[in-house]
């Protein structure tokens, strides 16, 4: 036996042992066991030992504890020196890249000249949808990345702690209210004269320069009339703008029923009167146009009847008062109506305490910005207030009423413009007052946060509608891999694309809608959804929106070939370039109903031609008989040309019997008179007319009609209703 520090200084080979009792075979044995053979054999032969080699060398030494300290110490500060860890997800911003960096937006930029593929995500909001490329840009930034949740989702779990404002109620102490103006909604059927008899009682002449001589805003106006203000809001008459006018009848007192004297009630009349006992305020009936000479004032109160009216002057409780807005005829009467019963109601708020109000109306003006048009229900308005509107919020910069004068502040009843909208308010939301700026960012966070909610729910349907799509055929293939006994089954035909083109036939118009004011674009939306002819045509908006038509708008319209429908709004001559060089149709008009009439047309452009029967002679079959052709017997309808002319090229039919059944539609081989073949018979010219099918017999009575097929344009189907 040798030492291990013996043995370790020899070099190893491998030595066969030639031994028939011994269980060694190859083996690595050194050097000086080749002399000691006969001893190693002898060892194995009677003994069961094994030898093993040991060396000072490779046994394991204990550390030193102060060394141990020392390495401790040493990966202790390697972590401390590590990167800090930031944030990523998938299809984040780079915006939002930025934030979560905690770094300028130009420094993520500069970083992303040096990752491969970035050059693409070349704006704030580009969306960064290679994981890849967020961790590179990281990377060269020094820092260390990790996927998280996106932040809307952490936002979202931040302000779903917040509530919504809502109303506050009213004072329980009298001595909080004070008596305020009343507001007056001017509501009835197109052309009743509601704008001519606002501009009587402001001495204004609005009426004569509306485009198309209807109203198509709805206007928020004070008058002061014997010493009292009154608030109107002129709503528009046209079926278009049911919105608008709903919107009036919510934000009123009481309702001016404009109904003219010689067309009487007529379907938005009918409208209105729904909304104002919906909105649940009284009813004053103003007939109108008193003065013409078709006018019918009895006549015009029991239409009102019918429709539920029951005026003072037959038992009701409805005032009523006859007049002329043109020659001002009984308009005195007409406002102390108004004012004896606003003094009936008893019209008081709190003007003390945050603001609340409605929004009438909201557009984007060229020099001074967004801007709004409300009415103040409660509460004193002032400079530098911080209002929320739906997901829109302002610090008001300018209040100024319908003259364009600011106002220091405005109370209740009264209608302002407010400057200082972060996004453009839609009409019809509540503006409620809050504490700071922090408040409104997070009430407009979490209105937006219930959208996407919303949004995710509508969403789930038709994705959950998808998944039983794809399960139902799913399971029908796993069945007839479990019939063929086969884990899988052979695609059928060619693999299917990626991405699926749309196949449908149907003709498509695209359009991008702007308009003047928040109003305009929603009734012509609402135009645009009671189109019902899908099977015509598809209609898909591509954008809609308040304000001119931009470059954006322009660049929308030619990724989708689309047309621009622009109601009562400019457009520069840079734009009409634009457009003209990049052959962008686009349609301009400031009267809603020309607007849709030039939709109509567009739709009826890519209509398909339809083909339609044109007839050009009918004649009576007066007797039959057979003429011999060869072997063949063919039937001869003796007929006389009643009607137009009959042409052999042409087309004929056969009909018999009173409900005209249909026998015979096709060719006809010959059409001759008196013997001779002809290619025409005129009116009242006798003639022998032979189908091409032999196997009809045409009887006495029957008729022929020859026709032709023509293409013609194709009408579209679509009744706006108006």
Not at 211 to 235: K, P, Y
Not at 337 to 363: C, D, F, H, K, P
Not at 681 to 695: F, M, P, R, T, Y
Not at 698 to 719: A, F
Request: with cysteine; proline share 4%.
């Amino acid at each position: 036996m040798l030492h291990g520090s013996e043995i370790s200084r020899f070099l190893w080979r491998t030595v066969l042992i030639r031994a028939n009792n011994c269980r060694i075979r190859h083996r690595r044995i050194c050097s000086l066991c080749l002399n000691w053979e006969s001893d190693i054999i002898s060892s194995h032969r009677y003994s069961t030992s094994r030898w093993v080699s040991t060396t000072s060398l490779l046994t394991k030494r204990r550390k030193d504890p102060t060394a141990v300290e020392a390495e401790a110490k040493a990966i202790d500060s390697k972590k401390k020196n590590r990167p800090e860890c930031v944030s990523i997800w998938k299809n984040m911003t780079v915006e939002d890249l930025s934030n979560s960096l905690n770094k300028p937006i130009d420094t993520v930029f500069e970083a992303m000249l040096y990752v491969k593929n970035a050059d693409i995500y070349d704006t704030p909001r580009s969306t960064i949808d290679n994981l890849v490329i967020t961790r590179e840009i990281v990377k060269k930034l020094g820092l260390r990345s990790v996927v998280s949740a996106p932040m809307d989702k952490k936002k979202h779990d931040e302000v779903s702690k917040f509530e919504d404002l809502e109303p506050q109620p009213r004072p329980i102490s009298v001595a909080d209210l004070a008596p305020r103006e009343p507001v007056v909604a001017i509501m009835g059927h197109v052309d009743h004269g509601k704008t001519t008899l606002l501009d009587f009682l402001r001495n204004s002449k609005i009426a004569a320069g509306e485009a198309g001589g209807i109203t198509q805003h709805i206007g928020a106006f004070r008058v002061e009339i014997q010493n009292h203000q009154i608030t109107f809001l002129d709503t528009p008459g046209h079926a278009a703008f049911s919105a608008l006018r709903n919107r009036g009848a919510q934000a009123t007192d009481m309702v001016i029923l404009v109904v003219a004297a010689d067309d009487g009630v007529m379907e938005q009349t009918r409208e209105s009167i729904l909304m104002a006992k919906d909105a649940n305020v009284p009813i004053i009936v103003a007939i109108n146009k008193i003065d013409k000479p078709t006018a019918d004032v009895e006549h015009t109160k029991s239409m009102l009847l019918q429709e539920g009216i029951q005026l003072e002057d037959i038992g009701g409780e409805i005032q009523s008062v006859s007049i002329s807005a043109l020659k001002g005829t009984n308009i005195p009467i007409l406002l102390d109506t108004i004012l004896l019963q606003a003094e009936m109601l008893n019209l008081q708020s709190e003007i003390r305490g945050r603001v609340e109000g409605v929004v009438l109306e909201s557009s984007i003006d060229p020099s001074r910005g967004k801007l709004s048009t409300g009415l103040i229900q409660r509460g004193m308005l002032r400079k530098s207030a911080i209002l929320v509107a739906g997901t829109a919020w302002a610090k008001v910069r300018g209040i100024f009423n319908e003259h364009g004068e600011m106002l220091q502040q405005a109370g209740p009843s009264t209608p302002v413009e407010i400057i200082g909208w972060r996004e453009i308010p839609s009409a019809g939301d509540r503006i409620f007052e809050v504490d700071s700026e922090a408040r409104a960012k997070q009430i407009v966070a979490y209105r937006e946060s219930l959208k996407m909610t919303e949004k995710q729910h509508e969403d789930a349907v038709v994705i959950s509608a998808k998944l039983n799509e794809h399960l139902k055929d799913y399971k029908a293939l796993l069945e007839e891999r479990q019939r063929l006994h086969r884990y899988r089954t052979r695609r059928k035909g060619p693999r299917p694309k990626e991405s699926i083109e749309d196949s449908d036939p149907t003709p498509k118009v695209y359009l991008v809608v702007k308009g003047d004011v928040d109003g305009s674009v929603e009734a012509f939306l609402d135009v645009l959804d009671s189109y019902d002819c899908h099977h015509q045509c598809r209609l898909d908006i591509v954008h809609y929106g308040v304000g001119d038509i931009t470059e954006n708008d322009v660049k929308l319209a030619e990724a989708f070939n689309a047309k621009i429908y622009a109601f009562n709004v400019g457009i520069s001559e840079k734009i009409q370039g634009v457009c003209s060089r990049l052959g962008i149709n686009f349609r301009e008009s400031k009267i809603i109903y020309r607007l849709v009439d030039e939709l109509k047309k567009d739709i009826e452009a890519v209509l398909p031609s339809k083909s339609i029967e044109e007839e050009i002679g009918t004649a009576n079959v007066m007797e039959t008989f057979h003429v011999n052709d060869g072997k063949k017997k063919i039937p001869v309808a003796g007929s006389r040309c009643t009607k137009g002319i009959l042409k052999k090229d042409s087309r004929f039919k056969l009909l018999r019997g009173q409900e005209n059944e249909l026998i015979f539609d096709g060719k006809v081989s010959s059409i001759r008179h008196l013997k001779a073949e002809v290619e025409s018979i005129k009116n009242g010219v006798e003639c022998g007319i032979a189908l091409s099918d032999l196997s009809i017999n045409p009887q006495p009575s029957d008729t022929i009609i020859c026709y032709r097929m023509i293409q013609v344009t194709q009408k579209s189907e679509w009744d706006p209703g108006f």
